[in-house]
């Protein structure tokens, strides 16, 4: 009898065991013949069960944007740009994906641009400008401002010189006064240059605009007056001068003045003033030096010579 019992439990294992084979087989079967399923409003296939890769679909991270600059840096001077310049914002996202990308001009309302691409390009002169710009997921989650400036002049500035003959001081020294006006509405003006015959004579910066040179010529075509401790060499002739009157000649030229601007443009002119006759000079309590090639008189105290050039 107890045989018999335990014959008929081992014949109902074995037909459980296999009722349970044969549901499994049909298990695989559907998982296999269907290879996804969704959930959360996310699709998810086989390979991602096998791999238990799950999301739950809760996206609190913002997006993040990346800006990039071409050039990368300033092509001018001091921060600014001169030539053309290409701005790309592109947002990434980890999970639900970006949406947009918003910006705002210089404070104005914003401007929504969907997807996850923006790309600007700056060809005109801009001063105090500057794009805030963020990205917003399809979760809603919103991107901390952030902001990127443009400094460009691509124009250059402009300039006028002008020359006058000036008597300078009690005893009416002769002086030449090459000035200049110029303008720059962009960046600013940072100095000017003054060259006599291609040749460097001063810089001048100053935050008032008054950029100006003061030439002294020393091509002396005769020299007369007293003079004090003469000292003559191979080379040269110097001496201190009490009071002696000169003449000139031969020391007109091209004068250039060259203006530039805070992001580096230049600009240029140019005056060629004409040999005024009979134009004369004193020489009043100074050094002098001459080149060693006179024809006349030099003595202690007096000096009346012709410069030969």
């Not at 809760?58 to 001169?82: A, H, K, L």
């Not at 929504?112 to 801009?126: K, M």
């Not at 100006?212 to 007369?224: C, F, G, L, R, S």
Request: overall charge negative; charged content about 25%; glycine content about 6%.
């Amino acid at each position: 009898m107890e045989a018999y019992i335990l014959t008929k439990q081992r014949s109902l294992f074995n037909k459980l065991s296999i009722i349970f084979i044969i549901f499994l087989f049909i298990g695989m079967s559907v998982i296999s013949s269907t290879g996804n399923f969704i959930k959360d409003g996310y699709k998810y296939t086989e390979n991602c069960i096998r791999k238990t890769y799950f999301i739950d679909g809760n996206d609190t991270t913002p997006p993040f944007t990346n800006c990039t600059f071409d050039p990368d840096e300033p092509d001018g001077e001091n921060g600014w740009y001169i030539g053309n310049l290409t701005v790309e914002l592109t947002a990434e996202d980890d999970l639900s994906g970006v949406k947009e990308i918003r910006i705002s001009i210089c404070g104005n309302p914003e401007i929504v641009f969907p997807g996850n691409y923006v790309r600007f390009f700056f060809d005109e002169d801009y001063k105090d400008f500057y794009i805030d710009y963020w990205a917003i997921d399809n979760a809603g989650n919103v991107e901390i401002n952030k902001r990127f400036y443009v400094k460009m002049d691509k124009t250059s500035p402009d300039i006028d010189i002008t020359f006058e003959v000036n008597h300078l001081y009690f005893f009416r020294e002769l002086r030449f006064n090459f000035s200049t006006k110029v303008t720059d509405f962009i960046s600013g003006i940072d100095r000017v240059e003054f060259y006599r015959n291609n040749i460097h004579q001063k810089t001048v910066k100053d935050p008032d605009n008054r950029y100006y040179w003061i030439w002294k010529p020393t091509n002396y075509e005769t020299i007369k007056g007293i003079i004090f401790m003469p000292k003559i060499t191979y080379d040269s002739v110097k001496f201190y001068s009490l009071f002696v009157t000169v003449t000139f000649s031969g020391f007109w030229g091209d004068f250039y003045a060259y203006v530039y601007d805070k992001a580096g443009n230049m600009n240029t002119d140019k005056i060629s003033p004409s040999h005024p006759v009979g134009l004369y000079d004193y020489l009043l309590f100074q050094n002098i030096t001459i080149p060693n090639n006179y024809s006349g008189h030099i003595g202690r105290f007096f000096i009346d010579v012709k410069i030969n050039r």
